[in-house]
């Protein structure tokens, strides 16, 4: 049986992603501090927040990992899935069930399986599928495009929905290297995991006016995405999500391939 699918977008790359009666969310962000600010607006508090099946985390960066934030989170047994820099991070925040993976390992979350993808961002970074009821999520995190992923159709039949990094985040003292796919490649990946619909993220972020002068550059619109999928991926589905805005995918629509 084919379950419904939703996605809301809570801001950034913080979704909550549910499957039937599960509910996954992925790399909290729920505060701002100096050089980091969202840029948009939070959907939701953590208070807010329906009760959650699991959570993922694909790196250790504030804005993925805000775990100072989500300790607030009354549930401390909640299964938390992250990359290994992130493992005793969670744990000092008191969550008592982390799940450390490396790329293409699973584990399952009742009738879930979440598995590591590779990822290649600033700092160690996995990204995640998340699979179920008959769907398939895959979801990037801030990840550069990078050969591995060009597997991904290899390992996985079809992608319900895919959410993909799209502002191209560059460090400025690091003579602008780019550590977050942009625009045009989140494109080509479209065309490669040919997702029944993709759904950009992680492009209102902001360092400030000082950041965004000295730190980083980025380009903040996600309509350059949309663009770039017409061009490199004809006749894929693209879809910008608002914070708090759902997509939902009924069990009798299926992804195309």
Not at 140 to 168: H, K, Q, S
Request: proline share 8%; with cysteine.
């Amino acid at each position: 049986m084919t379950e419904p699918l939703t996605i809301t977008r809570i801001t950034h790359s913080c979704h909550l992603i549910q499957i039937g009666g599960l509910t996954v969310l992925t790399d909290p962000w729920f505060s701002e501090r100096a050089f980091y600010h969202p840029g948009e607006p939070v959907a939701l508090h953590v208070a807010d927040l329906p009760p959650l099946d699991a959570v993922l985390i694909t790196h250790h960066h504030y804005d993925h990992c805000d775990l100072a934030a989500f300790a607030a989170y009354a549930d401390k047994d909640v299964p938390m899935i992250v990359a290994g820099p992130v493992a005793a991070k969670a744990r000092a925040a008191g969550f008592t069930s982390v799940r450390v993976l490396g790329p293409w390992q699973a584990t399952a979350v009742k009738d879930l399986t979440v598995t590591a993808a590779p990822g290649k961002h600033a700092v160690y970074e996995i990204t995640f599928v998340i699979s179920g009821g008959g769907r398939s999520v895959y979801f990037a995190g801030d990840t550069m495009l990078i050969p591995e992923l060009r597997t991904l159709p290899d390992r996985f039949p079809r992608f319900d929905v895919a959410l993909l990094p799209v502002n191209g985040l560059q460090i400025r003292p690091q003579l602008n290297k780019q550590v977050v796919m942009n625009a045009e490649q989140a494109a080509e990946l479209t065309g490669v995991l040919r997702p029944g619909i993709t759904v950009p993220h992680h492009y209102a972020f902001t360092g400030g006016w000082l950041g965004d002068r000295l730190i980083t550059k980025s380009d903040p619109n996600p309509r350059h995405f949309l663009d770039a999928a017409q061009r490199i991926a004809p006749g894929s589905a693209t879809r910008v999500l608002q914070p708090g805005e759902t997509l939902t995918i009924t069990s009798a629509q299926t992804a195309a391939r």
